[in-house]
């Protein structure tokens, strides 16, 4: 039987972390802002000490045409001329397009919860 991962507010500080997430919720906590009451009322979790960042590469647009093109049901595409023009996309314009997309969101940062639970 695993027995849950437990760290105090004082510990989880020593260790370097500093945020945490409520049970359920969506967005991070500093830990020095979670009182002893709220430690009793609600499971708060440690989050990972690194930020976790949207992006996306050109390898991965290059496969969400593919799946784009091989699932078109209108077009009938059984000598695959259709999905062999994909790979005829040069590499730099979807390098390209990968770099655009993650200047959109290079200011949204994601903190991911570990298995740690805080407690009073």
């Given at each position: 039987?695993?027995?849950?991962?437990?760290?105090?507010?004082?510990?989880?500080?020593?260790?370097?972390?500093?945020?945490?997430?409520?049970?359920?919720?969506?967005?991070?906590?500093?830990?020095?802002?979670?009182?002893?009451?709220?430690?009793?009322?609600?499971?708060?979790?440690?989050?990972?000490?690194?930020?976790?960042?949207?992006?996306?590469?050109?390898?991965?647009?290059?496969?969400?045409?593919?799946?784009?093109?091989?699932?078109?049901?209108?077009?009938?595409?059984?000598?695959?001329?259709?999905?062999?023009?994909?790979k005829l996309i040069p590499e730099t314009a979807l390098n390209a397009l990968a770099q655009?997309?993650?200047?959109?969101?290079?200011?949204?940062?994601?903190?991911?919860?570990?298995?740690?639970?805080?407690?009073?």
């Amino acid at each position: 039987m695993n027995e849950e991962k437990t760290m105090t507010v004082d510990e989880a500080l020593a260790k370097g972390f500093s945020l945490c997430i409520r049970d359920g919720y969506s967005y991070v906590e500093d830990l020095d802002d979670v009182d002893e009451e709220d430690l009793r009322d609600f499971a708060y979790w440690i989050c990972e000490t690194e930020p976790v960042k949207f992006t996306i590469d050109a390898r991965t647009i290059r496969g969400l045409i593919e799946d784009y093109v091989e699932g078109r049901e209108d077009i009938s595409d059984e000598s695959f001329d259709v999905i062999d023009r994909v790979k005829l996309i040069p590499e730099t314009a979807l390098n390209a397009l990968a770099q655009e997309i993650n200047k959109v969101y290079e200011d949204l940062t994601y903190w991911t919860p570990t298995s740690v639970r805080v407690i009073p």
